[in-house]
């Protein structure tokens, strides 16, 4: 017979918020038909949900006591880890959703006029004559923070397989929205569904022989499951290595990455600085928590599995973005080798990964926001003086810096961020991933580590020379401006400061995420 | 008054940053406020002197605690001013020699459009050096001894828009920086030995440190004092120093800021004490340095680098003294107030002959300048007799006790040191004199425009003050040893010692050859015609006028394998270490570009490498399991 469960709604609150506010978004998206009105309501209850929900995340970090609180046995705990990573992804949804706002001086925004119409036809022009402008971007970030929000804080492989879902589904439509080169917009958005369907299904399959060798989903039941086991089954095994590789898929760590440069290419660039920072960010809080309460019995094993795809992604992801000359694809292939970064924390089960993936995911997010915001910023201008789409090419950012410096300076900070370079929150983030995996007692791998950092040093360095160092070519002069929405230049401001202050003060930060470095097992 | 001493640092601060910012509007008064700043310093010096006075002598130290400067760590340490007989002395002398040549500025540097900037300036160093004396610690010093080394830098390229001006400074902070390092390194290992940098602390556990510790820790506060002191072997800045403003000259290039190397070593006395090589270096250090600058003084013919030279001279007196121990320490300090009286009214003489001259500084374009300056000539004529050491004027009473305690001793050292002293003496009176008889006696031979006239009386009563101390200082602090037992608290008393040769025998030599110094020089520079261009030099003067060639020295020694070493480095960066990276950069970049093939653009084959990776992983972990 089926009962009902019982439901904590006030510890769902702040996930409850974004989603009803998403649902309420779509609802709006119909009814109000002059689009500038659509626009501001649209921004105003995406920002306003967002913010209320990292409040009331903040008032029950306040009020819960130390351990969290379980919101539904076996499912979901809001545990104070928990309650970190629902206000890193808020942050990181709130500058999104500005950076989505954003509008060149002409008035464009980042996204197609009318998303369902395909690229090139009669009713893509007939739409773009008409002046359509579709807000459903909005929404549809409201729900993918939501789904992020409940992946981090469920104890539960099935639940977890749901949240997925949650939150890959509006990213696959939000990567195909882009205005401009809509075929490798569309092109981006298609493989990144085929590859996530692909990967989710290895994930279920990874659940199904999970669920078959220790008969529970609960990740406190498996674990207890895989000790009382008298040996080794291969079963339970491979379930978990193709459990964790569906997650990997999401970090975009090698060799499950191939679909991050396709997609961050693609995208409209507010949308990729809002995926690369939250979805990674959400990815690394699921794997933190499966991997800490529910699949460490097996961690001899395991173990070999992320020093070879930590050694495998920083290595190829640095090497392929050295040879990039798109800056979209290059920060794509930066984040692959960042994916490496944060797996480097995992290694050895160190309890010190607790504090140094959230701090290192914070660090990351809040530079990446801030490159990619720089980047929409960054246009073509064609000869009659028209601004066009952005200038990704690595060659169209010369002498940047002497035409704005500001924003030139700040584009360089955050790739010194990404570098890891002292003063900078990047350099926290790292020392923190590098200090949990010593000790772990995986000294090697920091090692390793250590030299990627190095040699991608080298391509972020190579755009700052190229920025400031390199004289412009005469015809490029005019070719590109830099074109502006304020939404945009207070993403780069926010994001900016954090950086600098999180790397000359991090203190007070470090010891919040300390605080939240205890996991709830959920039963 | 003993707990206000902090006004001492805080007030010519305060009105230098006043001056600094306050801008041109400050130009009207802004030199009267510098003077009330200096004036300020020595009224509460001397109230401190007087209360000091009034203890007995035992309890003649007072600590003042200023704040709480490093906590929380391995050092723990307080600022804090250290009042005492010997900070006092230095803290009279730089705040009285100071407010004269201040009032003596007001006159000299009146045509100069930057005259307000120049006695913010001066202020600095007023500030600066007074907290190098009264600091608590070593660290504390420190910072006083980089502020004097700033403000010398700053007023020696005081007139920067000349080239070689700016290059003097520039010179004059290098070399500094080199003693500076001695500082810091005798710094460290003092921490590291005594953990702790207060001079208390240090001193009261010196007994527990190994003698090669002490004379390490020595050693180092040596190579400090020659940087700051002009001595040998980083002497070379100071006859360049001679750039800057004569007052600045005078100040701080003859009277406070060079002696604080002095300052340093007596200070240190605690640790000098217990190490005897340490003190023998610093005596050999000093008397080769007080002939060097002797045998310089007697080629110059720029009347401010002459007097230079016998600074450098008369601090390796002082510097000989320090390196004697407990016997030398007081006639040190001795020396060196009668040499901060004497020299630097003598400097001010060269400075108002200058004013009157068009800034003239060639002693062979002066001559006959005694009718024409008669306050000048007077007050530079009492200098000239303090430094020969004549009696009763103020250098016998200091010299002569010098040269006397240099010839205590045993073995080889009391004949070597005595004798560089005597003879020492015997040539400053003979470039003291040279320098005098050509300035003020002999025929004028002046260029055709010169009207030499004496200065106003702004700058003479600074100088008639100075001469009245080159005048009776000594004899009046040398009356019943009345400076030896006031400095007794700091440097120890000391029993008398018998030189190697009677008193009367040392005094009659000395004085003899000062007597045949000045008459050689008066047959030379005062009777006999003294030509307008100098004559072809000897090798001797050769070398005397190029400063035994140290510049060339520096250049060959340092400058050269320093240039050397550093194309060397950068061609080795270039080839060795640029190669390898840019050899692992073009293997990298051809690995991304073998690698970039597994980035098709199709799905399929992204599938496909999902596919193999999975299985990769499941094949690695279930073999490392079975």
């Not at chain 1, 996530?196 to 990874?206: C, K, P, R, T």
């Not at chain 1, 001899?300 to 020093?307: G, R």
Request: hydrophobic share 55%; charged share 10%; aromatic share 12%.
């Amino acid at each position: 017979m089926f009962t009902a469960p019982e439901i904590s709604y006030a510890a769902f609150a702040p996930t409850i918020i974004v989603l009803l506010a998403g649902a309420v978004g779509i609802l709006l998206e119909a009814i109000i038909r002059t689009h500038t009105t659509r626009r501001h309501v649209q921004l105003g209850l995406a920002l306003g949900a967002m913010v209320a929900a990292a409040g009331t995340a903040i008032v029950q970090w306040a009020t819960y006591d130390a351990a969290g609180v379980v919101a539904q046995a076996g499912m979901f705990v809001m545990d104070r880890q928990a309650l970190a990573w629902h206000v890193m992804l808020l942050v990181f949804g709130i500058l999104g959703v500005l950076l989505f706002a954003a509008r060149t001086r002409a008035g464009e925004e980042a996204f197609t006029p009318l998303g369902s119409t395909a690229p090139g036809s009669e009713d893509e022009a007939e739409a773009r004559r008409r002046g359509f402008e579709l807000t459903e971007v909005f929404p549809l970030a409201l729900f993918a923070v939501g789904g992020m929000m409940l992946f981090a804080a469920t104890v539960d492989f099935l639940a977890l397989f749901v949240a997925l879902e949650v939150f890959s589904l509006p990213l696959y439509i939000m990567v195909a929205l882009a205005r401009r080169k809509r075929l490798l917009s569309h092109e981006g958005a298609l493989k990144y569904f085929l590859l996530g369907a692909f990967s989710s299904a290895i994930y279920l399959f990874g659940v199904a022989l999970l669920y078959g060798a220790t008969g529970s989903l609960s990740y406190a039941d498996v674990a207890a499951a895989i000790i009382a086991l008298p040996d080794m089954s291969p079963l339970f095994v491979i379930g978990a290595v193709m459990v964790l590789v569906g997650l990997l898929f999401k970090l975009g760590a090698v060799p499950f990455h191939t679909w991050s440069p396709d997609a961050y290419q693609g995208a409209p660039t507010p949308v990729t600085a809002f995926m690369a920072a939250a979805t990674k960010a959400a990815a690394a809080a699921a794997l933190l928590r499966v991997v800490f309460t529910a699949l460490f019995p097996l961690e001899w094993e395991l173990n070999w599995l992320i020093w070879t795809v930590a050694i495998l992604s920083m290595v190829v992801g640095t090497v392929l973005a050295l040879v990039q000359t798109d800056l979209k694809r290059m920060l794509a292939y930066s984040s692959v080798a960042h994916a490496g970064f944060i797996l480097v924390a995992f290694a050895g089960f160190s309890p010190q990964a607790l504090s140094a993936v959230p701090f290192y995911l914070l660090t990351y997010g809040l530079a990446t926001i801030g490159a990619f915001a720089v980047l929409t910023q960054v246009r073509e201008k064609a000869v009659d003086g028209t601004v066009g789409a952005e200038a990704t090419r690595l060659g169209q950012w010369a002498g940047l810096g002497k035409r704005e410096p500001l924003l030139a300076a700040s584009m360089g900070l955050f790739l010194l961020s990404f570098a890891g370079i002292p003063l900078t929150a990047g350099f926290i983030g790292k020392f923190q991933a590098f200090a949990a995996a010593i000790d772990g007692g995986a000294w090697p791998l920091v090692f390793v580590a250590v030299l990627c950092s190095a040699a991608a040093a080298f391509f972020y360095v190579r755009l700052i020379v190229l920025m400031f160092f390199t004289d412009v070519p005469e015809d490029q002069e005019e070719s590109i401006e830099v074109d502006y929405h304020p939404y945009a230049r207070v993403v780069v401001w926010i994001t900016a400061a954090a950086v600098i202050l999180l790397g000359i003060l991090p203190g007070g930060v470090l010891t919040l995420f300390e605080d939240a470095a205890t996991l709830l097992t959920g039963l | 008054m003993l707990d206000l001493t902090w006004l001492l640092i805080a007030v010519p601060l305060a009105s230098s940053f006043a001056l600094l910012l306050a801008g041109k509007r400050a130009d009207a008064w802004g030199h009267w406020l510098g003077v009330a700043a200096s004036a300020t310093t020595f009224v509460v010096g001397f109230g401190a002197f007087l209360q000091l006075l009034g203890l007995d002598a035992e309890s003649r130290e007072h600590a003042v605690h200023l704040f709480t400067w490093i906590s929380g760590s391995e050092l723990q340490l307080d600022a804090g001013l250290l009042v005492d007989p010997l900070s006092v002395t230095f803290v009279l002398l730089v705040s009285f020699v100071g407010t004269l040549i201040h009032l003596y500025s007001v006159a000299y540097m009146e045509h100069d459009p930057r005259r307000r900037v120049f006695f913010a300036y001066l202020n600095l160093f007023v500030a600066a050096m007074l907290l190098l004396v009264l600091a608590d610690s070593y660290l504390l010093l420190f910072v006083g001894w980089e502020g004097v080394g700033l403000a010398s830098y700053l007023l020696i390229g005081f007139w920067n828009h000349k080239p070689e001006y700016a290059t003097a400074a520039n010179k004059a902070f290098v070399v500094n920086r080199v003693g500076d390092v001695g500082l810091i390194v005798a710094m460290g290992l003092m921490f590291a030995t005594f953990g702790s940098l207060g001079f208390e602390e240090v001193f009261a556990q010196v007994g527990e440190a190994s003698t090669a510790t002490l004379t390490a820790i020595g050693l180092t506060l040596l190579v400090a004092a020659t940087g700051k002191s002009a001595q040998f072997p980083l002497q070379s800045w100071l006859g360049d120093a001679m750039a800057g403003p004569t007052p600045v000259s005078a100040l701080i290039h003859a009277a406070t800021m060079v002696t604080a190397g002095v300052y340093l070593i007596v200070r240190s006395s605690a640790i000098f004490d217990l190490t005897e090589t340490a003190r023998l270096v610093v005596a050999a250090v000093g008397a080769l340095t007080l002939l060097l600058g002797a045998i310089i003084g007697m080629a110059k013919d720029d009347i401010k680098k002459a007097l230079a030279a016998s600074t450098m001279s008369q601090i390796g007196y002082m510097m000989l003294a320090a390196g004697l121990g407990p016997v030398g320490y007081a006639f040190a300090i001795f020396h060196l107030v009668t040499h901060g009286f004497f020299k630097a009214g003598m400097f001010l003489g060269a400075g108002s002959v200058m004013h009157g001259m068009k800034d003239q500084v060639d002693m062979r374009r002066f001559g006959a300048l005694r009718t024409a300056m008669v306050v000048t000539w007077v007050t530079f004529g009492l200098g000239w007799l303090a430094i020969l050491g004549v009696p009763p004027f103020a250098g016998f009473w200091s010299k002569d006790k010098i040269i006397e305690s240099a010839f205590v001793g045993e073995g080889w050292q009391p004949w070597v040191f005595g004798l560089a002293a005597l003879i020492g003496a015997g040539l400053t009176a003979f470039y003291m004199s040279r320098l005098f008889f050509m300035t003020f006696h002999g025929k004028a031979r002046w260029t055709d425009d010169q009207h030499p006239h004496e200065s106003p009386w702004l700058m003479t009563v600074p100088m008639i003050l100075l001469a009245v101390g080159s005048a009776g200082l000594g004899w009046f602090l040398a009356a019943g040893d009345r400076f030896s037992t006031w400095l007794e608290p700091v440097t120890g008393h000391v029993e008398h010692h018998e030189p190697v040769l009677s008193v009367p025998v040392i005094m009659t030599l000395t004085l003899t050859l000062v007597a045949v110094g000045v008459v050689v020089a008066w047959l030379k520079y005062g009777r006999a015609d003294v030509p307008t261009e100098a004559p072809a030099p000897s090798l001797a003067t050769l070398t005397a006028r190029n400063d035994f060639f140290q510049d060339s020295v520096n250049r060959a020694v340092f400058e050269r394998p320093g240039t050397h070493l550093t194309r060397t480095l950068v061609y080795a960066d270039a080839a060795v270490v640029d190669g390898a990276v840019n050899g692992t950069a073009t293997g990298v970049s051809k690995l991304g570009e073998s690698l970039r093939r597994f980035q098709s653009g199709q799905v399929r084959s992204y599938a496909a490498l999902i596919l193999i990776g999975l299985a990769g992983l499941v094949a690695f972990v279930v073999l490392g399991v079975l």
